[in-house]
């Protein structure tokens, strides 16, 4: 069972930035993907970004040109790395890896929140 911790979050300012971080404790090559959805409460879990196994990503409209995933493979950890931030990004983002045979395994969640 992967197992995943997630660090970062945290209060900012709007046009402000935050990274996260996701550690796998599994190799991420041998995971179809990694990466974040985010909740607000009252609301659906959204999908922010994935990047597979062979390195491709893709972002949803709202965070495109601001959010940027990426990955160490030597660390096997995935970094979510938010720039100008607006409050409507306020969430909790919860890191997900996707192995070969399913379930999907989440992170514990991290709070971000973006003041006006």
């Known amino acids: 069972q992967v197992q995943l911790v997630e660090s970062g979050g945290g209060l900012v300012q709007a046009g402000g930035s935050l990274r996260l971080s996701c550690a796998a404790s599994?190799?991420?090559?041998?995971?179809?993907?990694m990466g974040w959805y985010r909740q607000v409460p009252g609301q659906r879990r959204e999908l922010v970004t994935t990047?597979?196994?062979?390195?491709?990503?893709n972002y949803a409209d709202s965070v495109k040109g601001r959010f940027t995933i990426s990955r160490d493979n030597a660390k096997n950890t995935v970094y979510l790395q938010m720039n100008s931030l607006k409050p409507e990004d306020t969430a909790v983002y919860y890191c997900?890896?996707?192995?070969?045979?399913?379930?999907?395994?989440w992170g514990q969640g991290t709070q971000v929140t973006v003041s006006s």
């Open positions: 599994v190799s991420v090559f041998s995971l179809n993907a």
């Open positions: 990047i597979t196994r062979d390195g491709s990503t």
């Open positions: 997900y890896a996707a192995p070969a045979a399913p379930p999907i395994t």
